[in-house]
Each structure stands twice: as C-alpha cells, then as structure tokens.
C-alpha cells in the first residue's frame, strides 16, 4: 500500500466540543464548519509530530515529547488546538496529534516539514477535507 493511500484510509478522530468527530478525506463536515464559525475562523490543518518520515512507529513517549514542542510552536502561533487522534483502519500505527484552527496553509506546511512529517490534513469552511502530501 502507498504512503498517501495509507493516510487517505487513516482514521482520524477530532475532540470537538460538541464530541467526536471523524474527519475523511474528501468529505466536508458540518461539525467543522460549526467549530470554525465559532472561532471566527475559515481553516484548520489536523498536524502531528509523531513518527516524522512515516519509516518507522517510534516509542509512545518519543511521539508524546514531539507533539509536545508542536503544541508548544501552536500556541505561540495563538492558534486554538483540539485533540485530534488517528489510526489505520484496523487501529494500526496509532497517532496523536491537533487540530489546529486558523493556521494558513504556508504555516500547515512550515509545521508539518518542520517536524518531518509526510502529509497532513487540511480543512477550508464549507468544503471537503483534504490531504496534502509533503
């Protein structure tokens, strides 16, 4: 299976305040648009720092402290972030990670190169999500 086929068929599950919301590739979600009306927002990118290059799944703690300094870079961005958490079809190569409301696209892509990440997921108001690969 390719890399972008793998992240297409991830299973990606935002902590949104209304509860869980999953978020596919290609679809638009009304709990989104709600989300990003009431931040005043039109985008969010769902990015993570957990096993940069998608070569090997690292240690849980390894994936924690690096998502740590990628909430760290999200808040200095004053950028609102929610949990948002992924998973192959079968809850293989488990990830946490944010989704991070407001960010433009060049900041999704500074971040997501920044922590060695292959693609990543990016949401306009009104429209389906879309993956972006690095």
Same mark, same amino acid.
């Given at each position: *299976?390719?890399?972008?086929?793998?992240?297409?068929?991830?299973?990606?599950? #935002?902590?949104?305040?209304?509860?869980?919301?999953?978020?596919?590739?290609?679809?638009?979600?009304?709990?989104?648009? /709600?989300?990003?009306?009431?931040?005043?927002?039109?985008?969010?990118?769902?990015?993570?720092?957990?096993?940069?290059?998608?070569?090997?799944?690292?240690?849980?703690?390894?994936?924690?402290?690096?998502?740590?300094?990628? #909430?760290?870079?999200?808040?200095?961005?004053?950028?609102?972030?929610?949990?948002? /958490?992924? #998973?192959?079809? #079968?809850?293989?190569?488990?990830?946490?990670?944010?989704?991070?409301?407001?960010?433009? /696209?060049?900041?999704?892509? /500074?971040?997501?190169?920044?922590?060695?990440?292959?693609?990543?997921?990016?949401?306009?108001?009104?429209?389906?999500?879309?993956?972006? *690969?690095?």
């Amino acid at each position: *299976m390719s890399l972008e086929r793998a992240y297409r068929d991830a299973r990606y599950v #935002a902590a949104l305040p209304e509860g869980e919301e999953v978020l596919a590739v290609g679809q638009a979600s009304g709990a989104l648009d /709600r989300l990003l009306a009431t931040h005043g927002v039109a985008t969010a990118a769902r990015l993570t720092a957990a096993n940069p290059g998608s070569g090997r799944e690292l240690a849980a703690a390894v994936n924690a402290a690096a998502n740590e300094k990628l #909430a760290a870079d999200l808040d200095r961005l004053g950028d609102a972030r929610l949990p948002c /958490r992924s #998973a192959g079809p #079968a809850g293989e190569w488990p990830e946490e990670g944010f989704l991070a409301l407001g960010l433009n /696209r060049a900041e999704a892509d /500074r971040l997501a190169r920044r922590y060695g990440q292959k693609g990543y997921l990016w949401i306009e108001a009104g429209r389906p999500v879309v993956l972006v *690969m690095m």
